[in-house]
T-cell receptor, first 113, second 118 residues
Framework: SQQGEEDPQALSIQEGENATMNCSYKTSINNLQWYRQNSGRGLVHLILIRSNEREKHSGRLRVTLDTSKKSSSLLITASRAADTASYFCATDRRGGSNYKLTFGKGTLLTVNP | NAGVTQTPKFQVLKTGQSMTLQCAQDMNHNSMYWYRQDPGMGLRLIYY???????DKGEVPNGYNVSRLNKREFSLRLESAAPSQTSVYFC?????????????????FGPGTRLTVT
């Protein structure tokens, strides 16, 4: 079953605007990660936020984590056409000896010039 | 550093044919993964290897086998390809902390293999 679910499935904005994507998950986690995928390419890691952190920044990216609501958001500020990509959240579930990093289905972000 | 490399980039198979997808990483990571990506389905884990010499099933292992040849290399084999295995396949590697309560850290992905089974 899908651990992380992104919302919205697709988002279209103008260059310079901010883009916000959300991720909800079901079980307790060690960390939550965000990845970007340009069309036809492999995923690229953007940022990792641990369960004891509430907010993290990296350049124009801001990630928040609310473990009480089991949700995270990714904010891209001052978007550029080059930010056009699919964005995935992935959650590392706490406990157990099986694989624990599970990816959501992604948000397709289109930034129009 | 090449990171994670995959071969081939593209492959077309007929139903029933077999093939092996190769993956190698040069980052000294202990964990390696094979995923498939289908439209609207996101990434689904096929198999993973938490360390050299160990492999475990992921979410969708049926129809596949894997070999962790050494710390660097992790191959995925389709013994008898089916049209349902048409997909894009990604290999990834990462460090994870090991043990029962292990934590997985950022994964590094290869460029993918586009496989079509007719």
């Amino acid at each position: 079953s899908q651990q992380g679910e992104e919302d919205p499935q697709a988002l279209s904005i103008q260059e310079g605007e901010n883009a916000t994507m959300n991720c909800s998950y079901k079980t307790s986690i060690n960390n939550l990660q965000w990845y970007r995928q340009n069309s036809g390419r492999g995923l690229v890691h953007l940022i990792l936020i641990r369960s004891n952190e509430r907010e993290k920044h990296s350049g124009r990216l801001r990630v928040t984590l609310d473990t009480s609501k089991k949700s995270s958001s990714l904010l891209i500020t001052a978007s550029r056409a080059a930010d056009t990509a699919s964005y995935f959240c992935a959650t590392d579930r706490r406990g157990g000896s099986n694989y624990k990093l599970t990816f959501g289905k992604g948000t397709l972000l289109t930034v129009n010039p | 550093n090449a990171g994670v490399t995959q071969t081939p980039k593209f492959q077309v198979l007929k139903t029933g044919q077999s093939m092996t997808l190769q993956c190698a990483q040069d980052m000294n990571h202990n964990s390696m993964y094979w995923y498939r990506q289908d439209p609207g389905m996101g990434l689904r884990l096929i198999y993973y290897s938490a360390s050299e010499g160990t492999t475990d099933k992921g979410e969708v292992p049926n129809g596949y086998n894997v070999s962790r040849l050494n710390k660097r290399e992790f191959s995925l084999r389709l013994e008898s390809a089916a049209p349902s295995q048409t997909s894009v396949y990604f290999c990834a590697s990462s460090y994870d902390s090991g043990g029962y309560e292990r934590e997985s850290y950022e994964q590094y992905f290869g460029p993918g293999t586009r496989l079509t089974v007719t």
